[in-house]
């Protein structure tokens, strides 16, 4: 008998089952094949990389200012806002990265 914490697999996908039984997450599975990408430059990447870790600060200020503003939660203000500094200073060093690499004909 499967139980509903058990991982299911379909067609190389691994599907994690939650408590919850309307949620369902697809994971790509050992056996599943590789996406296909589209062939991207350094720059390219190291822009992507400054995207990334600059939605991540953003995600990360916007959750210490919520919890700002619960009494009981102002202990995690610090290392919630410590950790969104961390993810801009990423972003503005892959930033600096993609400054420094060539520009392609593409972008």
Same mark, same amino acid.
């Given at each position: 008998?499967? *139980?509903? +914490?058990?991982? =299911?697999?379909?067609?190389?996908?691994?599907?994690?089952?939650?408590?919850?039984?309307?949620?369902? =997450?697809?994971?790509?599975?050992?056996?599943? !094949?590789?996406?296909? *990408?589209?062939?991207?430059?350094?720059?390219?990447?190291?822009?992507?990389?400054?995207?990334?870790?600059?939605?991540?600060? @953003?995600?990360?200020? *916007?959750?210490?200012? *919520?919890?700002?503003?619960? !009494?009981?939660?102002?202990?995690? =203000?610090?290392?919630?806002?410590?950790?969104?500094?961390? +993810?801009?200073? =990423?972003?503005? @060093?892959?930033?600096?990265?993609?400054?420094?690499? !060539?520009? @392609? %004909? %593409?972008?």
């Amino acid at each position: 008998m499967r *139980r509903p +914490w058990m991982p =299911v697999r379909v067609r190389g996908l691994t599907a994690l089952c939650h408590h919850q039984p309307a949620r369902l =997450v697809m994971a790509q599975g050992p056996d599943s !094949p590789a996406p296909e *990408r589209t062939p991207m430059t350094a720059r390219h990447d190291a822009l992507a990389d400054a995207r990334d870790a600059a939605a991540r600060a @953003t995600a990360l200020a *916007r959750e210490a200012e *919520r919890q700002a503003n619960y !009494p009981d939660h102002h202990h995690k =203000v610090a290392a919630l806002a410590a950790a969104g500094a961390l +993810w801009a200073d =990423v972003a503005r @060093t892959h930033a600096a990265i993609a400054a420094h690499l !060539p520009q @392609t %004909e %593409e972008g």
